[in-house]
Nanobody
Framework: QVQLVESGGGLVQFGGSLRLSCAAS????????MAWYRQPPGKQRELVAR???????NYGDSVKGRFTVSRDNAKNTVYLQMSSLKPEDTAVYYC?????????????WGQGTQVTVSS
Protein backbone atom coordinates (compact mmCIF):
# COMPACT_ATOMS: atom_id res chain seq x y z
CA GLN A 1 0.00 0.00 0.00
CA VAL A 2 1.26 3.44 -0.95
CA GLN A 3 0.09 6.66 0.62
CA LEU A 4 0.58 10.17 -0.65
CA VAL A 5 0.37 13.14 1.69
CA GLU A 6 0.16 16.61 0.21
CA SER A 7 0.81 19.87 1.98
CA GLY A 8 1.45 23.53 1.28
CA GLY A 9 -1.78 24.80 -0.22
CA GLY A 10 -3.56 27.91 0.96
CA LEU A 11 -4.62 31.44 0.12
CA VAL A 12 -2.16 33.76 -1.58
CA GLN A 13 -2.39 37.13 -3.27
CA PHE A 14 -1.88 37.80 -6.97
CA GLY A 15 1.82 37.62 -7.77
CA GLY A 16 2.66 35.61 -4.68
CA SER A 17 4.34 32.25 -4.28
CA LEU A 18 3.57 28.88 -2.72
CA ARG A 19 5.35 25.57 -2.51
CA LEU A 20 3.45 22.30 -2.52
CA SER A 21 4.88 19.04 -1.25
CA CYS A 22 3.79 15.46 -1.78
CA ALA A 23 5.43 12.72 0.25
CA ALA A 24 4.97 9.08 -0.70
CA SER A 25 5.29 6.22 1.74
CA UNK A 26 4.99 2.47 1.40
CA UNK A 27 6.77 -0.41 -0.30
CA UNK A 28 7.86 1.53 -3.36
CA UNK A 29 10.47 -0.23 -5.46
CA UNK A 30 10.84 2.50 -8.05
CA UNK A 31 9.08 5.60 -9.33
CA UNK A 32 8.56 6.17 -13.04
CA UNK A 33 7.31 9.68 -12.67
CA MET A 34 6.05 12.20 -10.15
CA ALA A 35 3.51 14.74 -11.33
CA TRP A 36 1.17 17.52 -10.33
CA TYR A 37 -2.30 18.04 -11.77
CA ARG A 38 -4.90 20.61 -10.94
CA GLN A 39 -8.64 20.96 -11.27
CA PRO A 40 -10.03 24.49 -11.39
CA PRO A 41 -13.64 25.01 -10.29
CA GLY A 42 -16.03 23.66 -12.91
CA LYS A 43 -13.23 22.45 -15.19
CA GLN A 44 -11.43 19.22 -15.99
CA ARG A 45 -8.26 18.09 -14.31
CA GLU A 46 -5.16 19.18 -16.22
CA LEU A 47 -1.46 18.45 -16.11
CA VAL A 48 0.64 21.07 -14.34
CA ALA A 49 4.07 19.41 -14.32
CA ARG A 50 5.60 15.97 -14.52
CA UNK A 51 9.15 14.80 -13.86
CA UNK A 52 10.16 11.37 -15.06
CA UNK A 53 12.81 9.15 -13.51
CA UNK A 54 15.20 10.04 -16.35
CA UNK A 55 14.91 13.72 -15.45
CA UNK A 56 12.60 14.69 -18.29
CA UNK A 57 10.24 17.46 -17.22
CA ASN A 58 7.01 18.56 -18.87
CA TYR A 59 4.94 21.60 -17.94
CA GLY A 60 1.47 22.71 -18.86
CA ASP A 61 1.57 25.71 -21.20
CA SER A 62 -0.14 27.99 -18.72
CA VAL A 63 2.51 27.51 -16.01
CA LYS A 64 5.74 27.45 -18.02
CA GLY A 65 8.26 29.88 -16.64
CA ARG A 66 6.33 30.33 -13.37
CA PHE A 67 6.19 26.85 -11.80
CA THR A 68 9.04 24.47 -11.08
CA VAL A 69 8.74 20.79 -10.22
CA SER A 70 11.47 19.00 -8.32
CA ARG A 71 11.90 15.73 -6.48
CA ASP A 72 13.85 14.29 -3.60
CA ASN A 73 14.31 10.63 -4.44
CA ALA A 74 15.69 9.79 -1.01
CA LYS A 75 12.47 11.02 0.57
CA ASN A 76 10.10 9.95 -2.24
CA THR A 77 8.86 13.51 -2.25
CA VAL A 78 7.88 15.78 -5.11
CA TYR A 79 7.61 19.55 -4.83
CA LEU A 80 5.91 22.22 -6.88
CA GLN A 81 7.27 25.73 -6.49
CA MET A 82 4.69 28.18 -7.78
CA SER A 83 5.58 31.81 -8.43
CA SER A 84 3.87 34.80 -10.02
CA LEU A 85 0.54 33.25 -9.12
CA LYS A 86 -2.60 34.42 -10.89
CA PRO A 87 -6.28 34.05 -9.99
CA GLU A 88 -6.61 31.52 -12.82
CA ASP A 89 -4.19 29.26 -10.92
CA THR A 90 -6.91 28.75 -8.33
CA ALA A 91 -7.64 25.03 -8.20
CA VAL A 92 -7.34 21.85 -6.22
CA TYR A 93 -3.84 20.51 -6.83
CA TYR A 94 -3.20 16.77 -6.87
CA CYS A 95 0.05 14.87 -6.94
CA UNK A 96 0.23 11.70 -9.00
CA UNK A 97 2.91 9.04 -8.95
CA UNK A 98 3.48 6.05 -11.20
CA UNK A 99 5.30 3.52 -9.06
CA UNK A 100 6.37 -0.09 -8.94
CA UNK A 101 5.18 -2.12 -5.96
CA UNK A 102 5.84 -5.87 -5.72
CA UNK A 103 6.85 -5.90 -9.36
CA UNK A 104 3.64 -4.29 -10.60
CA UNK A 105 3.00 -0.74 -11.79
CA UNK A 106 0.41 1.43 -10.07
CA UNK A 107 -0.81 5.01 -10.33
CA UNK A 108 -1.52 6.76 -7.06
CA TRP A 109 -3.17 10.12 -6.36
CA GLY A 110 -2.89 12.45 -3.42
CA GLN A 111 -5.94 13.75 -1.60
CA GLY A 112 -5.65 17.18 -3.16
CA THR A 113 -4.77 20.55 -1.69
CA GLN A 114 -6.62 23.79 -2.35
CA VAL A 115 -4.74 26.75 -3.79
CA THR A 116 -6.64 30.03 -3.97
CA VAL A 117 -5.15 33.14 -5.55
CA SER A 118 -6.90 36.41 -4.79
CA SER A 119 -6.84 39.33 -7.20
Amino acid sequence: QVQLVESGGGLVQFGGSLRLSCAASGNIESIYYMAWYRQPPGKQRELVAREADDGTVNYGDSVKGRFTVSRDNAKNTVYLQMSSLKPEDTAVYYCNLLVVVAGLTYSYWGQGTQVTVSS
